[in-house]
């Protein structure tokens, strides 16, 4: 390891732990001119408070042969962290130095649990040094986000420690990695869990690396417990990776989120009762909590048009949904606010520029969803506002960690809506793996006898791809199938839907869920509510909340503001992209189709008056359409909403003609939109499309293969609907184009399917119309 030179620049602090999620999202750069005097942070501070750190395991009193001396080993690992932090009074924080001589000095296996801040990167950083020292192998990270890998290579290379990365987004320097690890040329290896069952790794480099490990870091542990606001299934292969390692290779753990349920669960799979485990108080005293209770969407994000300036410095907007980020952003930005959004759609070029901005404070603010939120660090965040609550105290905690790690002062609100609740239940139930469709998959991986990739499942089992490739990895961690080169195989290993299991797992979220409507609401000290949700016995009032100290937070919501945010609620308008590529392997399914779609039987672009998660109206419209809802003609208001859609719709050619999708739960609904329509423009109403053999089959929410066959030649244009295409066509003297009108587009293959009936029976330009989009 390369240690910096007299004439050096003094290191920049890392600024931070890792946070959760590092090894997919995004790092964070020193922010401070290295001419002056850094900031205080998170694990450099000369002058620090005691965390109090408790170690529940008594350290093992007799150390391993060959054990440096304590007071030269205490000696050098002080060296390195001054040389860490670049200051020269810069001294370990309680419980810092116990972990790493645990290590380093008698190669335990320790979890570290603290708040953000505390400095667990300095930890792994320091022990990584000493243990090179001593001649011992890289050190392996394990961490889950991408970005937060980007922020640990770049502080270690300020303090000296040569880190590298494989990951999805290095591939063209993998060969030098691997080459730069064969000559020993590495510190620090980061990897994904992912990454741990990629086959080429697995075979390759993983044995040779488990093999010459010096210390084993496994970064936001937390997400190894499925009892954890942020499981990871990869996580748990790292039980795999933990019996391939000698059994003198020190292993560490960090995470500064989890309770007394998910640190035990996470020091069993660890190693038991021979870890030692270190937990801190978790109070930040920078932090100024606060909740504001506005009763619409259009307050609450009047209250941020009026009020975004006066909060501290620069920080981040928290939403729950990628269109209500998207939504804020676009109206603070149009009110004069320099924000961005970002989100799990936004690519990866954007946001390392977003990060940048916000951390050389070119922007007020980031409007973003969890995408953000662990892995981001800028320690001088001075504001985290959240339009709509986490579903859980635990990882409200996590993301307003962020805030306030080296300023005095740090203000958190939370803006919760009647929403919220809805968009909890819809991502619990999406993230819980089913049984039917568990053994779907391991049916179809037995009779192939052969690997079968994602796509190639998709066309054997009804499950849509982002469920399917979460069910896989359960299966995976669970010992019922393997990835392989060329996708996946079963091993034939018995498996058990874990039903109980599940059920529990599934009670402590509905547990934790209620929790965070009782934090909205409780008349205490907020931080010392979060504390106790986190099972930390140090917690007490802290005196700066709005409960302990009365609201610091301005309540107006000033006219203007109302008004400008109802305007952005009102607008209408959402593109309806269509299919371009039949899916692969539709043969199996008696679907004759492969490749590109085309020309001449596709649709255009689309328009729709809004998402279902939109603020505005995609709240009116999920009533609307909800299942239960009565069938009913349009209100006025929605055909209003219709028709603005129509008026700004950019066509290159008007519709000639309106055709209805015949539908099976709202039949007046889409009927009363299509009629109105045709009305309204003067448009002559051609019919339904007519369902064929009983019409689309199937329901909602699964894969692109199951979906298109489900509606594959149960689709008909009619004889009303040729001959008024055929009508047409003579009086223009070329194929008419159609407007085609839906009530909600979710897959887009029965529109897709729609388009090319129509097509074929004599339509020009298909024009797909409807009411929402489902996403």
């Known amino acids: 390891m390369t240690a910096h030179q007299p004439n050096d620049p003094p290191a920049a ?40 750190a408790r170690p529940s395991v008594p350290p093992t009193p007799t150390a391993p042969a060959g054990t440096p001396d304590p007071a030269r080993l205490r000696a050098e690992a002080d060296a390195h962290l001054r040389r860490l932090v670049g200051r020269d009074d810069a001294a370990f924080r309680e419980g810092q130095w116990e972990a790493i001589e645990a290590l380093v000095a008698r190669r335990r296996r320790a979890l570290v649990v603290q708040r953000t801040g505390w400095g667990k990167s300095a930890v792994y950083f320091v022990a990584t040094a000493l243990r090179r020292a001593q001649g011992a192998g890289p050190t392996l990270i394990v961490s889950p986000l991408l970005a937060l890998m980007r922020d640990q290579v770049a502080a270690a290379e300020r303090a000296g420690i040569r880190a590298v990365t494989i990951n999805s987004a290095n591939a063209d320097e993998w060969a030098d990695v691997v080459k730069a690890l064969g000559e020993d040329e590495v510190d620090v290896l980061l990897v994904s869990p992912e990454r ?23 970064d936001e542990a937390h997400c190894v417990s499925d009892w954890g606001h942020d499981f990871r299934p990869d996580y748990r292969r790292i039980r795999d990776l933990l019996a391939r390692l000698p059994a ?14 998910v640190v035990a669960d996470v020091a069993e799979q660890l190693g038991g009762g021979e870890v030692l485990t270190l937990r801190g108080p978790l109070a930040r005293d920078s932090l100024r909590l606060g909740v504001l209770r506005l009763p619409t969407a259009q307050q609450r994000l009047a209250w941020l048009l009026a009020h975004l300036d006066e909060l501290p410095g620069s920080g981040i907007i928290y939403t729950l949904t990628v269109a209500a980020a998207d939504d804020i952003a ?18 990866d070029a954007e946001r390392r520029s977003a990060e940048e901005a916000l951390r050389s404070n070119e922007v007020k603010a980031l409007v973003a969803t969890s995408a953000l939120g662990m892995g981001f660090d800028k320690p001088d965040l001075g504001f985290i506002v959240h339009v709509g609550a986490p579903s859980s105290p635990i990882a409200y905690y996590q993301q307003i960690g962020r805030a306030g790690r080296a300023t005095e002062r740090a203000d958190v609100l939370l803006l919760p809506g009647v929403e919220d609740t809805d968009i909890w239940r819809y991502f619990a139930t999406a993230s819980m793996p089913r049984q039917d469709q568990a053994d779907a998959v ?27 490739e979460l069910l896989l990895k359960v299966l995976d961690v669970e010992g019922a199938v393997r990835r392989v080169s060329g996708g996946w195989e079963a091993t034939g290993r018995p498996w058990v ?39 930390d016995p ?27 945010a109802a305007g952005r609620l009102a607008q209408v308008g959402v593109p309806i992209e269509p299919r371009a590529m039949w899916p692969s392997g539709m043969d199996r399914l008696g679907v004759p189709v492969r490749g590109r779609i085309a020309a001449a039987e596709r649709a255009e672009t689309g328009r729709a008056v809004a998402r279902l998660t939109d603020l505005g109206w995609g709240q009116r419209l999920r009533a609307l359409l909800a299942p239960g809802a009565e069938d009913a003609p349009a209100p006025e ?50 019919g339904a499309m007519e369902p064929v053999h009983g019409g689309p089959i199937g329901e909602p929410g699964g894969n692109s293969a199951f979906r298109l066959a489900g509606v594959w030649e149960r689709l008909d244009t009619g004889t009303e609907v040729r001959d008024g295409l055929a009508a047409l066509a003579r009086d223009l003297g070329e194929p008419p184009p159609v407007l085609l009108v839906d009530d909600l587009v979710d897959s887009r293959w029965t529109m897709t399917v729609a388009a090319r009936e129509l097509r074929h029976a004599g339509a020009g330009e298909v024009l797909p119309f409807a009411l929402a989009v489902a996403g």
């Open 13 to 52: 602090r890392s600024a931070g732990d890792p946070p959760p999620d590092w090894a997919l999202r995004e790092p964070p750069p020193d922010d401070w001119d290295p001419g002056e005097p850094p900031p205080p942070d998170d694990w450099d501070q000369a002058e620090v408070r005691p965390s109090k």
């Open 196 to 218: 741990l069952n990629n086959p080429r790794f697995r075979a390759e480099q993983l044995p040779e690396l488990a093999e010459r490990t010096g210390l084993l870091v496994v």
């Open 248 to 261: 003198d290779t020190p292993v560490l753990g960090t995470t500064a989120t989890a309770n007394a349920r």
């Open 330 to 347: 676009a109206l603070l930005r149009e009110a004069g606010h320099a924000v961005l959004a970002y989100t799990g759609r936004t690519d």
């Open 442 to 468: 391991l049916a179809a991986l037995a009779d192939a006898g052969k690997p079968l990739s994602t796509a190639a499942l998709e066309v054997v089992v009804d499950v849509r791809r982002t469920r399917l």
């Open 497 to 535: 839907y874990d039903a109980e299991r599940y059920s529990r797992v599934a009670g402590v979220r509905d547990a934790e869920a209620r929790a965070m409507l009782d934090f909205e609401q409780h008349d205490g000290c907020r931080m010392a509510y979060l504390q106790r949700a986190l099972d």
């Open 538 to 564: 140090s917690a007490a009032d802290c005196g700066r909340c709005d409960r302990c100290a009365g609201e610091w937070y301005p309540t107006d919501v000033p006219a203007p503001a109302q008004e400008a």
């Open 637 to 686: 208001a929605v055909l209003s909403a219709c028709v603005d859609v129509l008026r700004t719709w950019a066509w290159d050619r008007r519709p000639a003609a309106v055709v209805a999708m015949s539908s099976r739960g709202r039949p007046r609904l889409v009927g009363s939109v299509a009629e109105g329509l045709a009305r309204i423009g003067r448009l002559p109403l051609l």
